[in-house]
C-alpha cells in the first residue's frame, strides 16, 4: 500500500501508511530486529518531511473545483464525491476525522520519539 501512494504522488497517504506500518511492526513483531527498526524509524521520518509544505498546484486546482491535498495535506477545492474519496481513504488508514495534516504528522512523531530512533545522519 505504501508503494501504491508513492507511485501515485501522494505523500499524504504515503507517510500516513507508513507510519501504520512502523506502528504494526514494533507492537507486533517480536522479530524485529533494532536496525529494521532503525530502517523502518529512518524511512517513516523521510516520509513524512517528503510531504510539500506548499503546493504550488493547489491555487490552481482548487480554482478548477477539483478536491486535491494541498500544501502540508490539508483539503483544497473540489466537489463531494472527491472530498469522501479522500475521507474514506484516511478512514482506511486510521485516522477517522479525515486526513491529517503535515505538521500532525510531525507532532506524531516526536511524541513517539520517532527523530531519535532515526540512522545516525538523519
Known sequence: LTQVFWVSNNF???ACALSKLYNLQVK???NLS???ATLMASRLLLAVLSIPA???QSAFLSE???MT???GGVLVGGGEETTTRLRKTAALLGYSAGPPQ???LLADLV???IPSAVMGPL
Request: aromatic share 8%.
Open 111 to 113: 511524541s513517539k520519539g
Open 12 to 14: 499524504l497517504f504515503h
Open 69 to 71: 491535498l494541498g500544501a
Open 102 to 104: 503535515r505538521s500532525q
Open 28 to 30: 507486533q513483531n517480536k
Open 54 to 56: 506548499f503546493d504550488s
Open 64 to 66: 478548477a473545483g477539483e
Open 34 to 36: 533494532p536496525e529494521d
